[in-house]
């Protein structure tokens, strides 16, 4: 078992290990007053493991509600929002008690959300059951709901709790969504200076990478909680990634669109000499291994016009996150009218094949 404390307001414990599903009841009552629990879950999640966390919670003397939405990023709406606060409502669920997200990215993105609203503000712990949410989604407190004209639009900084990472869900984890996750986790490969790089090219298990992922993630946040700089580079990726998530209606994995958006990134660096050649092909090489897609059939023109919608757009400037060395990224804004031509040098290789 690990634990590691992510230092935001407020704090909270992040932990990795074996079992901890059947713990969520007794960790939570140790913290948190409320003894009413809204547990949400998509109907892929839900059966595998609700009446478990149910029996948990009521084991530990909570009140236990439930809300099951229908699995896929096209639940993740303002309306699936309003419905599981509905049932927070019905439940008689009062500032003091807690919402518990148990599932993927999309479950904690939402049920997190919904807890930043309810009451003006509401506890929620995270149960995170997939190797994305685990390494990425379920820690630092972003939580959104997508709008019509892109991913993530609607949102709010919202810190879980506590956030239990129970290794036992990922034996039961299909494969494209366990590759999805190691797209987050060769993410930090590329931001972490290199070390991390090492083993994931030495092939070490990724259950074993979980904590230090976590750490270094926690490490960022803790010194920008809010994404006023150092932060965004954890976006490595993602704004060409949301794009491309959102030119195929969302049929792709975030971790795919990421895995791609990696490599555009780095294409249009290495072109334009702002990193080291070789940087591109390792990272080809780690995602192709892991069995993520490495090319799009949209062309570097068709992905600059999605990605205009981006979060990471300011007025006319547009945040770039670049690769500069391996293992390390950085910053760079540019015009967004420009966005096109600086990753036109991806047709042929990545975009537009
Ligand atoms: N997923 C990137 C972040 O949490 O900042």
Do not use: W
Not at 60 to 88: I, M, N, P, R, Y
Not at 148 to 171: E, S
Not at 327 to 341: I, K, T
């Amino acid at each position: 078992m690990e634990s590691i404390i992510v230092q935001t307001s407020p704090s909270y414990e992040a932990v990795v290990g074996g079992g901890l599903l059947t713990e969520a009841g007794t960790r939570t009552a140790a913290l948190l007053k409320g003894r009413r629990v809204l547990i949400a879950s998509d109907d892929h999640v839900a059966p595998l493991y609700l009446e478990k966390v149910s029996e948990s919670y009521r084991h530990a003397g909570f009140q236990v509600s439930c809300f099951v939405f229908s699995a896929g990023e096209d639940s993740k709406t303002l309306s699936t929002v309003e419905k599981l606060l509905d049932s927070a409502d019905r439940a008689e669920m009062t500032r003091s008690d807690v919402f518990a997200a148990l599932g993927g990215g999309v479950t904690g993105d939402l049920t997190g959300l919904a807890a930043a609203l309810y009451q003006r503000g509401t506890d929620f712990v995270q149960l995170p059951t997939t190797l994305l949410s685990m390494v990425d989604a379920s820690v630092g407190g972003k939580t959104a709901v997508n709008l019509r004209n892109g991913k993530n639009l609607c949102g709010a900084f919202h810190q879980p709790r506590l956030v239990l990472c129970d290794t036992d869900t990922l034996d039961t984890l299909p494969g494209p969504v366990y590759a999805e996750g190691m797209a987050e986790v060769i993410k930090h490969g590329a931001l972490s200076g290199g070390v991390l790089l090492d083993r994931i090219l030495a092939g070490e298990d990724p259950k074993n990478l979980i904590a230090d992922n976590i750490r270094f993630k926690a490490d960022i946040v803790r010194q920008d909680e809010y994404e006023k700089g150092l932060r965004q580079l954890l976006n490595f990726g993602h704004t060409f990634g949301h794009a491309l998530e959102k030119l195929n209606h969302y049929a792709i994995y975030h971790g795919e669109g990421v895995a791609i958006g990696m490599l555009i990134a780095s294409k249009a660096a290495e072109s334009r000499k702002l990193c080291p050649p070789g940087i591109f092909q390792e990272l080809k090489k780690l995602l192709t291994v892991r069995g993520l897609p490495v090319t799009t059939g949209f062309t570097a023109a068709q992905i600059a016009q999605a990605a205009m919608n981006d979060k990471k757009r300011r007025g006319d400037s547009i945040t770039l996150v670049l690769p500069e060395a391996r293992g390390r990224c950085r910053l760079l804004q540019v015009p967004a009218n420009r966005l096109a031509e600086i990753i036109q040098c991806c047709d042929g290789e990545v975009t537009g094949l």
